[in-house]
């Protein structure tokens, strides 16, 4: 997979060389693509190496930092930017590696197609990094103030510091989310992939202005909401690419009543809290110095991102229940990919898929399409 395109790479790179024509972006990115594992991993060892000989600040990449003796807890600043540097290139390489060395070779016995052993670990990768974020994000909200009681979002506010496993937690899904741009461009292109462009810029400004202006509260809240409908949207997927049927189903609708709880309904009390509850409990000022970044209009800031986020949820939920819809009333469910795809798989029919997942896969816009 990786070596593969390594050599391609490689081959261009000899020509180039021999044109001296500077590097474009496009082939910078191609670059990074061919060399998801050694790249990320020579970034990797190059700052341990300086952890271990102790070269001033390089803890700040591994470790999480601004530690109040006084109460333990941790603080915000801008040496957080090392921590995520560090850790988008820990995910870079361990879902390359992961990828290549251990779930690609899993699906070889039950998988013909090499395009659909890819999908398989792409979705298996997910699997894991989501179940792991949706633990441990499920444990800290639980252990909160704020479990099933949206006012304590903003009682209080501002939430300057935060215990040592929130920090991580936030800043790991904060590094995972920024390496996910990288994904975006290195997988063939979905056919919602604007819409999908348009759901990580809209996370990632909502991740972002939540950790630096204190909102962390309603951000775990939103992270837990969002996590469990991957894990088994990821897992149905799997299952389709392995041909369990009955399990790929019933996965599906698993993870269509999850969808439907968590992102539809528990979500939308989120954006009802954003919209109803900081007037009765938030003192509205702007005073960086003590934490507290929340203009009155702050608030629609905030409610406009949520809100532009549960718009593409809402559209990704339609989207699903026609096609369920279509898989209940014996529609056979079309394959909808491209000739020269077909080609390139060599293995898959050209007729439609039966089954529910298998429906989503080829009709809900959230299966990937060949770049023209």
């Known amino acids: 997979m990786v070596s593969r395109s390594s050599s391609r790479f490689n081959r261009k ?9 500077p590097y474009t972006l496009k082939e910078f990115t191609d670059y990074l693509a061919a060399h998801q594992i050694d790249a990320p991993l020579k970034v990797i060892v190059a700052i341990l190496i300086g952890y271990l000989i102790g070269v001033p600040y ?7 930092t601004y530690q109040n003796p006084q109460t333990g807890l941790y603080g915000k600043g801008v040496g957080d930017i090392f921590f995520l540097f560090f850790y988008i290139n820990v995910f870079t390489m361990l879902r390359a590696a992961s990828m290549e060395y251990v779930l690609t070779p899993i699906a070889v016995a039950h ?32 252990h909160s103030p704020y479990w099933f009681n949206t006012a304590e979002f903003w009682k209080g506010y501002p939430h300057v510091e935060l215990t040592k496993l929130f ?12 390496q996910q741009i990288f994904v975006l461009q290195i997988e063939a292109p979905r056919k919602d992939y604007r819409e999908l462009v348009l759901h990580h810029i809209n996370t990632l400004l909502l991740i972002s202005l939540s950790y630096s202006f204190n909102y962390t509260r309603i951000g775990n809240a939103v992270f837990v909401c969002m996590d469990l409908p991957d894990v088994l949207l990821a897992l149905a997927k799997s299952f389709n690419y392995l041909d369990f049927r009955f ?5 599906f609708v698993a993870m269509l009543i999850s969808w439907c709880y968590t992102r539809v309904y528990l979500y939308g009390c989120i954006i009802w809290s954003t ?36 718009f593409l949820i809402l559209f990704w939920t339609v989207m699903m229940f026609k096609v369920l819809a279509k898989v209940l009333l014996g529609s056979a469910a079309a394959d909808e990919r491209s000739e020269d795809e077909a080609e390139d798989e060599g293995l898959e029919s050209e007729q439609g898929v039966v089954g529910t ?5 080829h009709n809900s816009n959230m299966t990937p399409t060949k770049r023209k």
């Open 167 to 178: 920090k991580y937690y936030y800043l790991v899904q904060f590094s995972y989310w920024l």
């Open 13 to 21: 790179r000899s020509a180039r060389r021999a044109s001296d024509k």
């Open 247 to 251: 399990i790929c189903d019933s996965t």
């Open 357 to 361: 997942t298998s429906a989503i896969a």
């Open 58 to 64: 390089f803890d700040r990449f591994i470790f999480i």
């Open 275 to 310: 919209a109803t509850e900081p007037d009765l409990y938030v003192n509205f000022k702007l005073d960086p110095r003590n934490g507290s970044w929340f203009p009155y209009f702050a608030k629609y800031i905030i409610l406009a991102l949520e809100i532009g986020l549960f």
């Open 111 to 142: 998988v013909k197609s090499k395009r659909k052993r890819t999908r398989f670990a792409e979705q298996m990768w997910t699997v894991i990094y989501y179940s792991a974020t949706f633990c441990v994000g499920t444990y800290l909200a639980y």
